[in-house]
């Protein structure tokens, strides 16, 4: 009873102020969409979920977690071995002396228990891991995630655990922002490029194209974004076009196989930021999301600052950490900033590196785009790309 109690009034908030976390209104032939609320975004297939944050309040960032609202015992949801085997990860033998840093909102004081706990269980020994402020202090602390900021600590959890996941002999470096504001959030991410980490993953958004793209542009830094999680449209810091952008899609497994499709709350689509000369889709003039994807629904994750345990989650704040891990097991983080690789790989290399995602689609998306590869996979001239599953999901670590 305590851990439905503790969604309950993540889900009223959801509902009264839908659409914040679809970043701005999206230019679309003729329109723009918004999401309509949680149940209408994340359909019918990934229905008993609700977001952890929601802040309406114009330049403050909402997480892109979600939670089941009824949670079974014990472990359940996908865990690393399947992400490791589904995705071809060689990450018992990659990925050592990466840094994939995290950046997030208030502080989680179990945050170094909680993923000691995950990676035991799983067996994935030891993590190399340090806490910081936004100024780069191993002290000073944000205030504890609380009241209506309490999703963050479910999300700090989830992300570190996620990286953990699919590069478990990478370091990861957590930084905590004072606030969900975004200037506090964006001075975490400067800090945590200006101290040396490799690979950047922010699973949280807000804002249509409006924010500064100066911290998301250290050479050498690879940053990466969640696409948020009510289905059609765009939001920052996703939309940059220095950010790879994070779709997500659902796996499952049957017997020894898994299979992807589209996970109807991922963000995508066309945004209000101005098209990179790398991009070269014919019906969106600006900026398109997604790059690329991987599973963003029914994952165990472990946490006991809001719960007593073990949990299961979705959205696109799976997906984000856990392509921030396969950055790390490649180790190509200095050449591989922004989406620009994985538009400009050849058809060879796109078959052979990633799972193309050929179905399901996302919701809310305008009429005049329903059957448009930007809501739906496997449609038209761009049968091998979408917009919520982008090029696809990693096939090993050759398109990273």
Not at 372 to 377: D, E, I, R, V
Request: aromatic share 10%; with cysteine; proline share 6%.
């Amino acid at each position: 009873m305590e851990r439905l109690m503790k969604v309950a009034a993540p889900l009223f908030v959801a509902l009264a102020f839908a659409g914040c976390n679809a970043g701005g209104s999206p230019n679309v032939p003729g329109g723009s969409a918004q999401s309509s609320g949680p149940s209408q975004a994340l359909g019918s297939e990934a229905s008993g979920y609700a977001p952890v944050c929601m802040d309406p309040r114009p330049g403050y960032m909402n997480c892109d977690a979600l939670i089941a609202t009824t949670l079974p015992p014990g472990v359940a949801g996908l865990t690393p071995a399947d992400f490791q085997k589904a995705y071809e990860l060689p990450s018992k033998t990659k990925g050592a002396g990466q840094i994939v840093a995290i950046v997030d909102a208030y502080d989680n004081p179990k945050v170094a228990s909680d993923l000691s706990a995950y990676r035991k269980n799983f067996g994935l020994g030891t993590a190399k891991f340090a806490k910081y402020n936004q100024l780069g202090q191993k002290k000073n602390y944000p205030a504890h995630c609380s009241g209506s900021n309490a999703g963050w600590c479910l999300e700090i959890d989830l992300d570190v655990q996620m990286v953990s996941a699919s590069c478990a002999k990478c370091t990861i470096w957590l930084f905590e922002a004072n606030t969900n504001n975004s200037s506090d959030l964006y001075a975490a991410v400067a800090r945590a490029a200006k101290m040396g980490a490799h690979i950047i993953s922010n699973s949280y958004g807000g804002g249509g194209g409006s924010a500064s793209y100066g911290d998301f542009a250290k050479p050498g830094v690879t940053y990466l974004a969640s696409a948020g999680d009510f289905g059609y449209g765009m939001q920052d810091p996703a939309d940059y076009d220095t950010v790879v952008s994070v779709g997500g899609t659902m796996l499952s497994k049957r017997g020894a196989k898994y299979s992807e499709r589209v996970w109807p709350g991922s963000g995508a689509g066309c945004s209000v930021v101005a098209k990179p000369a790398w991009q070269h889709d014919p019906t969106c003039a600006q900026r398109t999301g997604n790059d690329v994807s991987a599973v963003a629904f029914n994952v165990a994750e472990y946490d006991t600052f809001g719960y007593s345990g073990w949990i299961v989650v979705g959205g696109t704040s799976i997906s984000t950490p856990l392509l921030g891990g396969v950055y790390g097991l490649a180790g190509n983080a200095k050449s591989r900033q922004s989406g620009k690789a994985f538009w400009t790989l050849s058809k060879t290399s796109r078959f052979r590196d990633l799972h193309v995602i050929t179905k399901g689609a996302v919701s809310n998306c305008p009429g005049s785009l329903s059957g448009s590869y930007l809501c739906k996979a496997g449609t038209g001239q761009y049968k091998t790309y979408s917009g919520p599953a982008g090029w696809g999901t990693p096939k090993g670590i050759g398109a990273f």
